[in-house]
T-cell receptor, first 117, second 118 residues
Framework: AQSVAQPEDQVNVAEGNPLTVKCTYS??????LFWYVQYPNRGLQFLLK??????LVKGSYGFEAEFNKSQTSFHLKKPSALVSDSALYFC???????????????FGSGTRLSIRP | GAVVSQHPSWVICKSGTSVKIECRSL??????MFWYRQFPKQSLMLMAT?????????EQGVEKDKFLINHASLTLSTLTVTSAHPEDSSFYIC??????????????FGSGTQLSVL
């Protein structure tokens, strides 16, 4: 079964510093990986995805993620954090047993990112 | 991006009553909608996949008679929590996938409904 793990419940970073939110995956075959962000009282928003191609994927709001097959990781990164980046971040993987419009997304437990001024 | 409207954003009800939550895709058609439940500090747990014009597909452990799902049109799915009990209190989120797409970026989420059962 596919799964993703986010080992950190909370990540605290000072504004202007680089940030990393960790994610590891367990998938049979080639993974379809995603990052979503959830702001308070709002739905999840898509940030970026990896399906194939370059291991470094660039997404919304200056975020990027690096796919590392040997380490089965897909860490989310940003070179310089903003206070407005404070939110809940979810790593996700596509459930490969489903397909088409019914394909399911399996979410990690989420990591709360807090950026201090 | 596309907008998914979820209503109500919060609801408080008495134990034993039923609560209906609506999920609408406002500017696109959604063949498939998903209903999730999110506990505090926990991930989104998929409850069911809602398909327009057919019966919903429930995940293992989710009571279909408890959580009734109706996907009557390409823009509306409803989740009814029947005979709600305090343990049903949770944050419920819907998502909608645009017709003809199958990847995560075309999956749009509602803002969620906080259900509190007294």
């Amino acid at each position: 079964a596919q799964s993703v793990a986010q080992p950190e419940d909370q990540v605290n970073v000072a504004e202007g510093n680089p940030l990393t939110v960790k994610c590891t995956y367990s998938v049979s075959g080639n993974p379809y990986l995603f990052w979503y962000v959830q702001y308070p009282n709002r739905g999840l928003q898509f940030l970026l995805k990896y399906i194939t191609g370059d291991n470094l994927v660039k997404g919304s709001y200056g975020f990027e993620a690096e796919f590392n097959k040997s380490q089965t990781s897909f860490h989310l990164k940003k070179p310089s954090a903003l206070v407005s980046d404070s939110a809940l971040y979810f790593c996700a993987v596509r459930d490969m047993s489903s397909w088409g419009s019914a394909s399911k997304i399996i979410f990690g437990s989420g990591t709360r990112l807090s950026i201090r001024p | 991006g596309a907008v998914v409207s979820q209503h109500p954003s919060w609801v408080i009800c008495k134990s034993g009553t039923s609560v209906k939550i609506e999920c609408r895709s406002l500017d696109f058609q959604a063949t498939t909608m998903f209903w999730y439940r999110q506990f505090p500090k926990q991930s989104l747990m998929l409850m069911a996949t809602s398909n327009e014009g057919s019966k919903a597909t429930y995940e293992q452990g989710v009571e279909k008679d408890k959580f009734l799902i109706n996907h009557a049109s390409l823009t509306l799915s409803t989740l009814t929590v029947t005979s709600a009990h305090p343990e049903d209190s949770s944050f419920y989120i819907c998502s909608a996938r645009e017709v003809g797409t199958g990847e995560g970026e075309k999956l749009f989420f509602g803002s969620g409904t906080q259900l509190s059962v007294l």
